[in-house]
């Protein structure tokens, strides 16, 4: 707080550049209920039928760790985690975009479906949409910070 802010006006900025009020809660609430589907969809297919595509399940295995990272880091709200936050949704945008082109165009490489393949079809599409809102509200946040920290 400045000399020339009042007790308010300093809470109200600390607030925004928080990541985990607001959407950012919304946003704590799905990564974590997309970790813990990924995970346990990825722990049953790898433990009963990894051999039929191993790939698919690893890669959904692989989708529930940077899930529960981002979920970590979205409530944590530091600057650190904030970082680690944007990496993670970056990584999930790539993959969605990467494992559902992929899934497109070679059906033959993915015959059980993974969370990111179709680009996220089986999850209605949210794996396709998370991380763009993630990402957006991760830079907002950052966007905010830098702005009041000159006032």
Partial sequence: MTETQTPAESTERSKRTRINTGLGRLLIFVYGLFALSAGARAGVQISTKFHVAPLAYTL???AAVIYLVA????ARSTQTSRRIAIA????ELLGVIA???????????FPDATVWSDFGSGYGYVPLVLPIIGLWWLWRGARWKEATQGA
């Fill in 99 to 109: 494992i559902g082109t992929a899934s497109q165009l070679d059906k033959s490489a």
């Fill in 71 to 74: 979920t970590v880091c979205l």
């Fill in 88 to 91: 993670c949704c970056t990584v």
């Fill in 60 to 62: 959904s295995a692989l």
